[in-house]
């Protein structure tokens, strides 16, 4: 896994680092210094002997010392041993300069042995203080650290060691005083290691050889845990080898001195430090084993490279030793961390031991090889690297043979990151080790890789038994490596129920095990229910349940999105996708809330996408050079603009507005109908980074003036042919009239913005120095005001074009498709869905200002070939009546929103245009959309629902939406009654100066809507009310509604035609007051009804509150005017 454990590691691991730093870069220098000494004093043609000899010497304390070491380690402080060992190490140190002095050969050797018996007491406490160090999914980071820091005080004494006998002048004491400091330091850094606790209670056997035969039986119980120690020892001895052959390969194939040889080796060394640090970031929190046969075969590689290149090349040997410590790196720190993970707790010092000593087996066995191959059979350096070679090649032979799930996983996790661009976040919700349930949506054919080149863990994956038999035989075998468990939802009872006991196995196992819950690819985008198999699979344990969510790969190739999903990682290269883990769940959690909290992981996917995220006028331009000549926008007045010219004219627009305006004016009111005009309105006023606000034409002049009054806008950019349309209007003076804008432009400022408009980068277009923010606020829309004042709405550029892709995600645009635009751009449907998603799609807009002209937008519709319509249930209906069936032959959606859909009226639009209306759920607030029916799909043979009579359909990607208790606010279950909370990158960033109101709306992410509602099991969710549509009567809540329905279909009155509203009341605190729209309806009869009328009292309003009027207002959107009729009931 290409990610790391964020936590950083403690401060007493680094002082036990630098300890061990210190001790690893005194044996290289003295060791080194004291072969120097010797050839020096014996001449250089017993070169071969020295160095086999110093080589026993050294590794000789290790074979008898270590295996009691591991005893003391396990039962005393390690920390107090590591301070003892390290003053024995400053004693050590002065005998060997005392040697040095003296020129005793003898002496050198004794040093040398004290020296490795002091090593052979420090590593068991070296390794074995890690797991008493860090957390258990630290160790391969913490391994890869200390090997680095290992092999940088190998590179330090190597590189010193021949600098410090060339400055002393063969003075060879004068050089290992410094190796006295170095000791002092080292001594001083030992005392910073917290303390670490003795296990006295543990018996001390001083039969070294009995201990290592104990515990090397009991490793024998362990096959994984034998064949790591095994491992390690081979990789000793090839590491001892190296160093030792290394010498003699310098000087008999390069020509170089053993000074200079000693330098070739710190490239092996250099290369060992970048490999191990490298393993540790590969392997994250966790032990990355694949990497081990790529470390082995590259190791095999770089020596047989070495055996075979031709003479005195340096350049290329120098190559092959740092790849060759490189893949030494890769090899080692996996395995050292599972040696130390696997071991028990009280048997670490002695399973540490065991491994030293095999280790140090396979050092001697270097020394024997490296004397075998020279002074006995006269074989060259270079032939004791090829057969080192064949060595390391049946070692890597055989750990693909041991590990080949581990290694082809790792080959498809390095496929992976290098083909998509690829994201994790919350892998410390992941189980460092032990049983967890995974459970995840399922969106193309690569989610199963997804997952598991996102993290280092072993998966057992639940995989669809249709979907593994249509794969050719190779890909099985490979499939079969992972250990898959299949499993089909058309299976007989008991073939399902043996899938499930072999998923519980494997969580029993101690694997964690991914199931992707919905049972099948989703086939449009939204998330399909979860099945409750899982629920199965964890009863009776307290295993966690972790949810996952796989972002972005619904529109790559491998989804439904682009017709039949296939595997084609060359049309996804560097596609974005992201897997987000959630915090665990009980094991008792039900389908219903797990989706749920997967559901609230795909907010933080979205969220991702923030970072990278463009603004609005930087993804126009980027939509523009798409399709520069393809028509964007048409509208009734007979003027069409391609999207190379829209962008032309609103360059030039927005350059007209700089010259008449003063730049400190942030916002720029916009007073125009729907159609091309308002759009390069809009256009313009983006390019310019200023902020639009649509004002409502329809609204009274008292909202007109409170909206210009809270964004403080003092230039209204309009039409004198639109207001002579208007009633009068508090405006203001500044008016900026479009058709004198856009009158008398020149021809070089035509040509200046078509060269912008063509070649200029994005970023050059859009107005100030610093790029546009994903916060920053793009448009200011005010609500509706059904039932207050309008509020200014601030939407971001993050939230509309995070509305914009996840309403796109769904809808799925075709090139050739047409969206028919008639509601007005002050509307947040029609400024977000209208406006902008069209032209970022690359889609053709035709747009009409009157929404209730029927015929008119039919012929609009007709010449267009319009495919999209989005509209309210209030224009539906005007539709049905005035426009033609053909006219609307290419419609293949209709969404209706704002209002409820009524179903006499879908029922009548679909009977004549042969498209179903659906009903989609948005807010202001919400940027607007937040959840949409969609037509039911058969693809591939499986039907996925997208609508329910009675629904409002289901959230869309990248947003959650949860029912709330109105007053607790506790999460309630499916069915149940409550508020409705939506949380999305979608949820605007506040209210216009209104800082308490946002807060009281806004609670951690979550967007209050007010609406009262439930959803069911499977997603679906209604509304059944508003809060502030609620009276308390009687000591009860009645829904508004509720009693609108029920007294509907008494009077048999459409919901256009009867309304309930509630005003304060002196007696009761507060009565129901009913508007409606028949004028044969009277007092008495009305009594006479409701008296047989079998719903509550209190849900029958008083027939003195019942009032007639010839139709119910409305506002400019379609929506009932609430607070209108709140004021004539109070009259």
């Keep these: 896994m290409i990610t790391n454990s964020s936590q950083a590691l403690p401060k007493t691991f680094w002082w036990h680092n630098l300890t061990q730093f210190g001790g690893a870069m005194n044996d290289n220098i003295f060791k080194l210094l004291m072969v120097y000494a010797l050839i020096a004093w014996k001449g250089e043609a017993s070169s071969a002997g020295i160095l086999a000899s110093v080589g026993l010497v050294f590794a000789l304390p290790f074979l008898l010392i270590v295996p009691i070491a591991g005893n003391f380690a396990d039962k005393f402080s390690k920390r107090k041993l590591i301070v003892i060992l390290k003053l024995v190490e400053l004693v050590v140190m002065g005998f060997g300069i005392a040697a040095l002095s003296l020129q005793s050969p003898a002496m050198l050797y004794v040093t040398m042995f004290l020296m490795s018996a002091q090593s052979a007491f420090f590593g068991p406490c070296k390794y074995g203080i890690l797991p008493e160090q860090v957390d258990s999914e630290q160790l391969s980071k913490a391994n890869g650290s200390l090997q680095l820091f290992t092999f940088l005080a190998i590179i330090c004494g190597t590189v010193l060691a021949p600098e410090l006998s060339l400055l002393s002048e063969g003075n060879f004491s004068l050089a290992a005083c410094v190796c006295l400091v170095i000791a002092g330091l080292g001594f001083l850094a030992s005392w910073q290691i917290a303390p670490t606790p003795a296990h006295p209670s543990r018996q001390l056997s001083l039969n070294g050889f009995g201990s290592v035969f104990r515990t090397s039986l009991e490793i024998r119980k362990d096959g994984f845990l034998t064949l790591a120690v095994l491992a390690l020892a081979v990789f000793s001895l090839a590491a001892a080898f190296i160093q030792l052959n290394v010498l003699d390969y310098g000087e008999q194939h390069l020509g170089l001195t053993p000074e200079a040889a000693t330098r070739l080796f710190l490239l092996t060394a250099i290369g060992i430090g970048v490999g191990s640090t490298t393993a540790g970031w590969l392997s994250g929190r966790g032990i990355e084993f694949g990497i081990v046969p790529v470390g082995a075969l590259l190791m095999s590689l770089s020596l047989a490279t070495l055996g075979l290149m031709a003479e005195g090349n340096i350049w290329l040997s120098a190559i092959s030793m740092a790849v060759l410590g490189f893949a030494a790196g890769l090899f080692i720190v996996p395995l050292q961390a599972f040696i130390q993970y696997r071991s028990p707790e009280d048997r670490v010092g002695a399973i540490q031991a065991t491994n030293s000593f095999m280790s140090w087996l396979g050092i001697l066995l270097a020394s024997g090889l490296i004397y075998l191959n020279g002074a006995v059979l006269g074989g060259s350096a270079q032939n004791g690297f090829l057969l080192l070679a064949c060595l390391i090649l049946g070692l890597a032979v055989f750990s693909l043979w041991v590990l080949p799930d581990f290694f082809i996983k790792f080959i498809v996790m390095l496929i992976t990151h290098a083909c998509y661009r690829f994201q994790v976040r919350g892998l410390h919700n992941l189980p460092a080790n032990g049983p967890g349930l995974l459970v995840c949506n399922h969106v193309s054919l690569m989610d199963a890789v997804l997952v598991m080149s996102s993290q280092q863990r072993r998966i057992r994956m639940l995989m669809s038994r249709e979907q593994y038999e249509g794969y050719g035989r190779l890909t099985r075998k490979v499939i079969d490596l992972a250990q898959v468990i299949l499993i089909h939802s058309q299976d007989n009872p008991k073939k399902l129920l043996q899938s499930l006991k072999t998923a519980r196995q494997a969580l029993d196992d101690g694997y964690l095990v991914c199931i992707f819950a919905e049972g099948s690819l989703t086939r449009t985008g939204m998330m399909r229910p979860f099945k409750q198999g899982f629920e199965r699979i964890v009863k009776g344990t307290d295993y966690p349940i972790i949810p996952v969510y796989i972002g972005g790969a619904w529109g790559s190739v491998s989804s439904f999105y682009q017709g039949m999903p296939k595997i084609r990682l060359s049309e996804d290269f560097r596609y974005p996708v992201s897997v987000h883990y959630g915090e665990p769940l009980p094991t008792r959690s039900s389908a219903f809330e797990v989706q749920q909290a997967v559901s609230e992981l795909s907010v933080e996917s979205f969220e991702l996408v923030k970072e990278r995220r463009k603004s609005l006028g930087h993804e126009l331009v980027a939509s523009v050079r798409r399709n520069w000549n393809k028509l964007a926008s048409a509208d009734t007045t007979g003027r069409e603009m391609k999207f190379g010219e829209l962008l032309i004219a609103s360059l030039l627009l927005r350059d007209r507005l700089r010259a008449q305006t003063d730049p400190s004016e942030r916002s720029l009111g916009i007073l125009l109908p729907t159609g091309t005009a308002a759009t390069l309105a809009n256009l313009a006023t983006t390019l310019d980074r200023r902020i639009s606000v649509n004002l409502n034409y329809t609204a009274p002049a008292a909202s007109v003036a409170s909206a210009q009054a809270q964004c403080e806008i003092r230039t209204v950019l309009t039409s004198r042919k639109f207001l002579e349309r208007l009633s009068e209007l508090p405006l203001g003076d500044n008016l900026l009239y479009l058709e004198d804008l856009l009158a008398e432009l020149s021809g070089p400022a035509k040509l200046l913005a078509f060269v912008k408009a063509r070649f200029w980068p994005a970023r050059m277009l859009i107005a100030g120095i610093s790029p546009v923010q994903p916060d920053e606020v793009a448009t200011i ?169 009675g629904r409002l359909g289901r959230v869309l990607p990248g947003m959650a939406m949860k029912i709330v208790h109105p007053e607790s606010k506790a999460t309630l279950g499916p069915g149940e009654e409550g508020l409705i909370y939506v949380k999305g990158p979608n949820v605007m960033l506040g209210y216009l100066n209104k800082e308490a109101l946002t807060a009281s709306v806004l609670q951690d992410g979550w967007y209050d809507t007010g609406d009262i509602g439930l959803m069911d099991v499977d997603g679906f969710f209604a509304i059944t009310g508003r809060l502030s549509r609620f009276s308390k009567l009687g000591g009860e809540m009645i829904s508004h509604g509720a009693v609108e329905e029920a007294l509907q279909g008494a009077f048999g009155l459409s919901s256009d035609a009867l309304v309930v509203v509630a005003i304060e009341d002196a007696r009761k605190g507060e009565k129901l007051c009913v508007f409606h729209t028949e004028a044969a309806l009277s007092e008495d009869s009305i009594r006479e009804q409701l008296k047989a009328l079998d719903i509550p009292n209190l849900w029958k309003p008083n027939p003195k509150d019942w009032q007639y009027l010839e139709a119910l207002p409305l506002l400019g959107t379609g929506k009932l005017d609430y607070r209108e009729l709140k004021a004539l009931a109070a009259r």
Excluded at 810 to 818: L, N
Excluded at 871 to 898: C, D
Excluded at 924 to 934: D, F, G, N, W, Y
Aim: with cysteine; proline share 7%.
């Design 781 to 949: 829309l005010f609500s509706s005001g059904s039932t207050a004042e309008p509020k200014g709405v601030m939407l971001s550029h993050h939230n509309l074009l995070s509305n914009i892709e996840s309403f796109r995600s769904v809808v799925t645009p075709k090139r050739e498709d047409v969206m028919l635009a008639t509601l007005p751009f002050f509307h947040s449907f029609g400024y977000t869905v209208t406006l902008w998603f069209p032209l970022l799609s690359g889609i053709t807009t035709a747009c009409h200002s009157n929404p209730l002209e029927g015929e008119t937008i039919g012929q609009l519709a007709e010449k267009y070939r319009a495919s999209i319509l989005l509209t309210t249930p209030s224009f539906l209906l005007a539709y049905v009546r005035k426009i033609k069936p053909e006219q609307l032959q290419h419609l293949r959606y209709t969404f209706t929103g704002a209002e409820k859909l009524q179903p006499r009226v879908a029922q009548m639009f679909e009977k004549r245009f042969g498209v179903q209306p659906l009903e989609g759920y948005g807010a202001t607030e919400l940027s607007p959309v937040c959840a949409l029916s969609l037509p039911n799909v058969t693809v591939d043979n499986l039907e996925e629902t997208g609508n329910r009579e």
